[in-house]
Nanobody
Framework: QVQLIESGGGLVQAGGSLRLSCAASGRTFSRYYMAWFRQAPGKEREFVAA????????DYADSVKGRFTVSRDNAKNAVYLQMNSLKPEDTAVYSCAARPCTLGWCGRNTYSYDYWGQGTQVTVSS
């Protein structure tokens, strides 16, 4: 069982930066593939970024590639999302998710993830 708690959301102007954190409970956190998803009002939840258990491989949606960076610290049971050059279209509730997977890529489908945080709001003003 893994519990996830996000933090770091807020209001920022376009072009600004935010760093989201996801704190995880559980003794086997290092064996989990971790991902960030977001959901804007009236839209479906979409994949943002993911990272393997070792941190060696990452995956990004085209819309955030080059602007967002996902990382993790297994010693702290935490995963992060550094968001730079934010745009108004990045406004959404951001959630972290986990699935027990040690492959080099474990997918982007929301239904593949077993554990979810409650989400943190990110609002980017123009």
């Amino acid at each position: 069982q893994v519990q996830l708690i996000e933090s770091g959301g807020g209001l920022v102007q376009a072009g600004g930066s935010l760093r989201l954190s996801c704190a995880a409970s559980g003794r086997t956190f290092s064996r989990y593939y971790m991902a960030w998803f977001r959901q804007a009002p009236g839209k479906e939840r979409e994949f943002v970024a993911a990272i393997t258990w070792s941190g060696d491989n990452t995956d990004y949606a085209d819309s955030v590639k080059g602007r967002f960076t996902v990382s993790r610290d297994n010693a702290k049971n935490a995963v992060y999302l550094q968001m730079n050059s934010l745009k108004p279209e990045d406004t959404a509730v951001y959630s972290c998710a986990a699935r027990p997977c040690t492959l080099g890529w474990c997918g982007r489908n929301t239904y593949s993830y077993d554990y979810w945080g409650q989400g943190t709001q990110v609002t980017v003003s123009s």
